[in-house]
Nanobody, 137 residues
């Protein structure tokens, strides 16, 4: 079965850390661009961090820059989002998404327009079910 599965969310205090995992099955994640997105209640979806493996370009939103890091473990076919110095405003459901660079059209709309060449994509081939992160004050 072709899918992305996120894990690692939970409840953490302000200033704490979490590592989110995004495991792929049915395809090789190393061949794909990856995006981490989040959606908080009553807020628009936000692109948190993206990476295009074929160009090496990486993006972090201003709200997480310096605190979050995206990484890949190709042996485990998994991508991670390392989150440090967490704040209550980081509370959200976090989703990972994958898109192959040769895909002509993709199914899942991120809800955000990104210009051509940006490390994040507007559309993705695969989208996970999400993992919830709650940061208590």
């Amino acid at each position: 079965q072709v899918q992305l599965v996120e894990s690692g969310g939970g409840l953490v205090q302000t200033g704490g850390s979490l590592r989110l995992s995004c495991a792929a099955s049915g395809f090789t994640l190393d061949d794909y661009a990856i995006g981490w997105f989040r959606q908080a209640p009553d807020k628009e979806r936000e692109g948190v961090s993206c990476n295009r493996n074929n160009t090496g370009s990486t993006y972090y939103s201003d709200s997480v820059k310096g605190r979050f890091t995206i990484s890949r473990d190709n042996a485990k076919n998994t991508v991670y989002l390392h989150m440090n110095s967490l704040k209550p405003e980081d509370t959200a459901v976090y989703y990972c998404a994958a898109r192959h660079p040769l895909t002509a059209s993709s199914t899942y709309y991120s809800g955000i327009y990104y210009p051509r060449g940006h490390p994040c994509h507007s559309f993705y081939d695969y989208w996970g079910q999400g993992t919830r992160v709650t940061v208590s004050s």
